[in-house]
């Protein structure tokens, strides 16, 4: 900021206004594509109209899937269950088979296993992980041992967004549900023993196509053009029941973040854009999935930077030292958290989640959830709270005080990536870690293969980008804005993306440098086997992959630095 800093700008957060936003998303279960939705949406498309945003409401088609009952009958008891967005449904008369006990449902527990018309049993939160592995095994169902007695709502799909006629048969296949530990634990435990209980699952879901909303929210730089650079600032708007922290507390950030920039809007040299999604919850992020689709030029070329929010101000999140931040945002992230919160920032790698829909075109991204729970023996995703995706999920898990700090952070990180004259975005790092990880994949594939060029490359990466943060102040700002935006298109694909530009990875776990994983699938093999000479083909082209983005990379760095 030109006059204030970021510090006395977040200071003007008001937990009054933030706990008002809470009791007014406390008012509605917002379903994706419910009447409910939209009535809560309305609520927010009036505060951002009072603040000076253009808004408007985007409908589309997406592909969701609301459970309905379930029940899992055990030797003719009946034990109360859910089941899963996504999951199939089941026959009148359920789906009954033998069991088999896979574990936490990991690759590994799966392994030799022959799971082909039977319904698995694993521990823990269902996840499109089982689901995917339980499909590619011919299961028919599975059923999921809670951590603890409340059982969690999830979406159990593995295809990131709308199917397409290549990925709807990724879909789950099973009819999945989810029991107690306490009926889990007793079921396993009879399997353990040698017994084999009967076993029959219930479940209605109610999936198809459906008209689901966006809230698209905009305001300008002075002086700006409409299609000059601009800051994504998003969440999802959709919940599980009332769904009061998990997302109305962050629905509350955003409206103040909101506020609070635009009353500096003299100060902004970027656009902001700020989008509510629908289909976080019931359609594996299908919102911002279609919004990005259908908007992918305009993110292209203008995009700078994605900050998401999550479930904020939760009561005893006190853990804000992980959030997560791609690698250029790390420094960013640190400044941030550690200014307004006082607390140290370690960082963790972002993972694709929380309708981060955009590594694959290309845009640094950072947070998602950022307040965390202290670590726990119930080892809950995300450590958001035993009452996360619950009907317990209501206004008394909010803590204003925990509130108000998380919003801090954003209003600081938003300010910042809206104000500052050069791009707060630090590629020596990316680059850093890329050497990093080549040199232990050169250790690990010795004379095999070749990576010398993509190390002196990467090195020239490293030497490239600490220039140019060096030189930022004495050259044009445009120019190195210019620059950070081609670094990231060419960069964050071979990082935190395994397909191309064009379309979305599963929503499954993505290895650390993406790109590089044939080659580490390489060195596994045995040298002069036949997987070896096949591998050999696909570490080629992955090499020639990344070799081709860093060849963009210094190409962008040479001719900045030169200028």
Known sequence: ?????????????????????????????????????????????????????????ILHDAYISLPGKARVEVD?????????????????????????????GTAADFAGKDVRGRIVVAEGIATPVVAALARDGGAV??????PHHHLHEMCISPVWGNPDPHTFAQLPATVACTVSNADGSAIRDRLAAGHSPRVVLHAEVDTGWRKTPIL???????????????????????????????????NATMLEVARLAATRRADWRRNLRICFWSGHSHGRYSGSAWYVDNHWDAFDRHCAAHVNV????????????????????????????????????SGKRKNRS??????GLGVPSMFGGLSEQPPSKLKLRNALGWWWHTP???????????????????????????????????????????????????????????????????????????????????LDPATVNATLMALSRALVPVDYASSDRFTHDPALPVPDWAVLQPLRDLAATTP????????????????????????????????????
């Open 76 to 104: 003719g008891t009946a034990l109360t269950a859910i089941t899963h967005s996504m999951g199939r449904s089941s026959p009148a008369d359920g789906v009954a088979a033998e069991l088999v006990y896979v574990g936490h």
């Open 216 to 250: 698209e929210a905009e305001l300008d730089a002075p002086g700006s053009a409409s299609d000059a650079p601009f800051i994504l600032f998003s969440g999802h708007h959709d919940t599980w029941y009332y769904g009061v922290m998990d997302n109305g507390s962050a």
């Open 392 to 474: 317990e999920d209501l206004i008394d898990k909010v803590d204003e005080a925990n509130l108000v700090r998380d919003t801090k952070v954003f209003v600081h990180v938003v300010a910042k990536l809206l104000t500052d004259a050069v791009l707060p975005l630090d590629f020596a790092a990316q680059a850093h870690t890329l050497r990093e990880e080549l040199a232990g994949l050169a250790t690990a594939l010795g004379p095999r293969f070749d990576l010398a060029p993509l190390q002196a490359a990467t090195n020239t990466l490293h030497a490239r980008a600490q220039r140019l943060g060096e030189a930022a102040g004495r």
């Open 528 to 563: 002069g086997s036949d997987a070896a000479f096949l591998h050999q083909v696909s570490a080629r082209r992955a090499a020639n992959r990344l070799g081709d983005a860093l060849r963009t990379a210094n190409a962008a760095l040479d001719a900045a630095l030169g200028a």
């Open 141 to 146: 169902g599975q059923l999921h041992i809670s």
């Open 310 to 345: 999550d479930s904020t101000g939760g009561i005893g999140a006190t853990e804000l030292g992980h959030a997560a931040a791609m690698s250029p945002l790390h420094a960013l992230a640190a400044e941030a958290i550690t200014e307004q919160t006082g607390l140290q920032y």
């Open 354 to 359: 929380s309708d981060d829909s955009l590594p």
């Open 1 to 57: 900021m030109t006059d204030q800093p970021f510090s006395a700008l977040a200071a003007q957060t008001s937990g009054a206004l933030l706990m008002d936003h809470c009791r007014a998303f406390a008012r509605w279960v917002k379903l994706s594509g419910t009447r409910d939705e939209a009535e809560s949406l309305r609520y927010v498309q009036a505060r951002l109209d009072e603040y000076g945003y253009r808004t408007r409401v």
